[in-house]
T-cell receptor
Framework: AQRVTQPEKLLSVFKGAPVELKCNYSYSGSPELFWYVQYSRQRLQLLLRHISRESIKGFTADLNKGETSFHLKKPFAQEEDSAMYYC??????????????FGQGTILTVHP | GAVVSQHPSRVICKSGTSVKIECRSL??????MFWYRQFPKQSLMLMATSNEGSKATYEQGVEKDKFLINHASLTLSTLTVTSAHPEDSSFYIC????????????FGPGTRLTVL
């Protein structure tokens, strides 16, 4: 079974401060990990995926297979980063391919 | 980016009636569509996966006779909540994927269902 855990429901930081949203996963095979973001009154959208190894809006996330983690980081938070963030996992093959399992979500608030 | 629409955005119905929710991919062909349910302040829970032209695959615990899914074309999937009851009240979200190696899902805006 695949499971995604986001231990923090709420996270508050001040503008310019570093931010880290934690995500841990459980999966027996090789997973694909994603971060999705939902801004206020908008739909869920993909922020980044681990296989892309890219930085989007200043955010990065590294897959740590040893710790089974995929934490989302940004060195200097901005007010417009305030949103709900979901970590998600997809199995790499078989019946799990393409199916996303979401974490509980973390509401990030960046104060001015 | 790819756009997915849902209709209606909000529906209120009486207990015992059936409600149909449409999910459309507007500018791409979606070989696979997914239906999620989201309870207040909780995560998205995958209900079922539908591939165009074939029967939907339901997740454990989801009643297939209760939540009928049809994926008749590459741009449209429908979810029908049959004989709805107040406990079916929820936020239903669809997503669509064109498949392949990219494996990205594009999400609809969601439909708020309230059963009285």
């Amino acid at each position: 079974a695949q499971r995604v855990t986001q231990p923090e429901k709420l996270l508050s930081v001040f503008k310019g401060a570093p931010v880290e949203l934690k995500c841990n996963y459980s999966y027996s095979g090789s997973p694909e990990l994603f971060w999705y973001v939902q801004y206020s009154r908008q739909r869920l959208q993909l922020l980044l995926r681990h296989i892309s190894r890219e930085s989007i809006k200043g955010f990065t996330a590294d897959l740590n297979k040893g710790e089974t983690s995929f934490h989302l980081k940004k060195p200097f938070a901005q007010e417009e980063d305030s949103a709900m963030y979901y970590c998600a996992l997809s199995g790499a093959g078989g019946t799990s391919y393409g199916k996303l399992t979401f974490g509980q979500g973390t509401i990030l608030t960046v104060h001015p | 980016g790819a756009v997915v629409s849902q209709h209606p955005s909000r529906v209120i119905c009486k207990s015992g009636t059936s409600v149909k929710i449409e999910c459309r991919s507007l500018d791409f062909q979606a070989t696979t569509m997914f239906w999620y349910r989201q309870f207040p302040k909780q995560s998205l829970m995958l209900m079922a996966t539908s591939n165009e032209g074939s029967k939907a695959t339901y997740e454990q615990g989801v009643e297939k006779d209760k939540f009928l899914i049809n994926h008749a074309s590459l741009t449209l999937s429908t979810l029908t909540v049959t004989s709805a009851h107040p406990e079916d009240s929820s936020f239903y979200i669809c997503s669509a994927s064109s498949g392949g190696a990219i494996n990205e899902q594009f999400f609809g805006p969601g439909t708020r269902l309230t059963v009285l």
